[in-house]
């Protein structure tokens, strides 16, 4: 009988964290679904809820890229604002009875995933080959895929989307066309971030910071000029594109977040996130242990531009407005400030940051300062940024994790007896001061 | 043999060969670093590669493991042409090395720190990795056992949980050098393991050497400073001087070649003797 209860505590012990944060997760969503459904939480704190998570989805990708990888990027504000100027095109053109930009988006990104695939495995076939010519080489593939698309598959394909999607319902059609746009968002955002990151990733660290706030300027720019230089005249340039659908809710955003959470903490807890992380630790053993550190690098980088175009969608269906403005490159510095504030390579402190960030700098602070005292607000958290960098340089949770993202787990239906890897696990804990004693 | 000493049985002469560099020079803008290099490794080897600081030992190193591509040569490990692939490749195909200065991912677990270099043969992909699929938790498991065995084998396992760059340098270097084995190498490179070591801690490294030599079936090119780890070890040696090698035989005839010795202690110490 006390064998039971004894492997009963082994069981919880195993699944605990992952469980915890099931419930915890669920718990926050039902909570703010009730309030949202009962109007305690009215549109402007719904405003600053949703804006808050695609703060904290952006400075994810960006504690994956710095933290994680040890790539300093500024660009993040400019995959944001690809991923939320795409994905607003695809719906603002689909209200309007123009499926052009879904089918093109879609199908586009589909034919450069194939075209990439083609041109990977040529250029595999050749030995030193230079940085130049690959990035060309993934450059011309990407443009054709996406004259192919255009010129050829959105003719023959463009009335037959429309009319399939709409033989569904149009609320759920409309749910479909959402997601999609989403995807199609992101997958943009991922594939400039690759097409940028090729040649840029060579250069080390701080001279790929410097690069990526170029990569976000030139967004600015050509979204300033959208309906000039650019063939949007639905994005209206530097006045800003307005009639976007409203069509982000909770359910979208939360699971949009928890799925980012997720991916992150697999990736990260896997053999391909260690490679990802010995990168950061030193570039040329990290090669001469066999790790492919330009694969890793591009990998954890696109995989955090990914996760900037997905918060950019949320975030342009949520204010169903857009304005290059909002993307400038001092902007690009917010994830940056979030992710450092919350501690390099702590998913926990970027999460719980992220929403501090905006609750209190867009949502609190803006209501509870006197009238024309908001201005306030940008001496008041330079000063706190400043402290913290005084009084506890590693960021609010340093290396902390809450005990689901902190481990790979044995797997859920294995027997308790095999405990290896719980035993393998680093607490935190002991991490800082071990670090603490070797410095 | 060219790269080879003439004085080696001809017993020996019949093992495979593991790796050949054949007149591999190269540059650093206009400064000839490596001149005509030579050598030619077999299997179960321990050979060594001295020479006074900047002779280009190094060099040849960064050289074998695609650090640097050699302006003009050939390097073949096992009958693969080396010259132009990229270092990861290299280490891929059986090539494992250690640093002169050690270089271990000083902030990650002494653990992980073995786990990352069984990368490449982790058997399970990316997309595994994000769905956490079965064989996930199958290979990570395998992988992390194979991990703690190799620790075992080094003395390491009941620090595997401590933070690399926390142990005392003689078990940082012991390490990297299982670190380096993980992969299952044929040739190991160690470059100048014994820097920073007092003579017991060398006394070990000594042991070591030849334990990982018979117990992994490695060839073994060391980089030393050390006369005395390097003729206590080494079957045979190549000198370097200059970017070109100026001598090369048995540990006793390198010791009383006056070229050599004219290398590392001047003109005046050969005139003296």
Redesign the interface.
Known sequence: MGNTTLEGSRVSKRLGPGLYFLLGALAFFLLVQVLLMLGVINNFWRGIIFWGAAITIVALGLNLIYGFNGQFSLGQYGFYAIGAYASADITYRWTREDPSALVVVLLGVLLVLLFYIAVNALLRRFYGITVMTRFTAYLLATILAFFIAVRFLLPITGSLVWNMLNLLPKAISQQVVFFLALVGGAALAGIASFLFGIPVLELGSDYFGISTLGFTIIIKVLLDNTDTILPFAEMKGARGMVGIPRWTTWPWVFFSLVLVILIMRNLLHSSVGRSIVSVREDERAAQLVGIDVAYAKILAFVVGSVFAGLAGGIRAHDLAFLHPQSFNFIQSFNPLIIVIFGGLSSMTGTVVTGFLWIVLLEGALRLWLPQGFETWRFVVYPLILLLMMLLRPEGLFGKYEIGFLRQSLPAPWKKPEDTHEEASSVEPAKTRTSKEVAG | MKGRPDSLSPEVEEHPVVLEVESVTHFFGNLRAVHNFDIVLRHGELVGLIGPNGAGKTTVFNLI?G?Y?ASKGSIRFRGAELV?????EI??MGI??T?QNI???????V??NV??????H?G???L?????T?R???K??E???RA?EFLDIFGLVER????A??LPYGLQRRLEIA??L??QPRLLILDEPAAGMNPQEIDQLLDLINFIRDRFNLTILLVEHRMRLVMNVCEWITVMDFGEVIARGLPEEVRSNPGVVEAYLGRQAVVLR
């Open positions: 493991t650090v591509r132009g692939l990229p270092s990861h280490i891929q494992a090395r640093f270089r271990l991912f000083s902030d990650l677990s653990l992980d786990r990352i270099a069984y990368h490449p982790a399970y992909n990316l595994d990795s994000v769905l956490r079965p996930f938790y199958e990570e498991a992988m992390t056992r703690q595997q949980n401590d933070i760059g926390s670190r380096a993980a992969a």
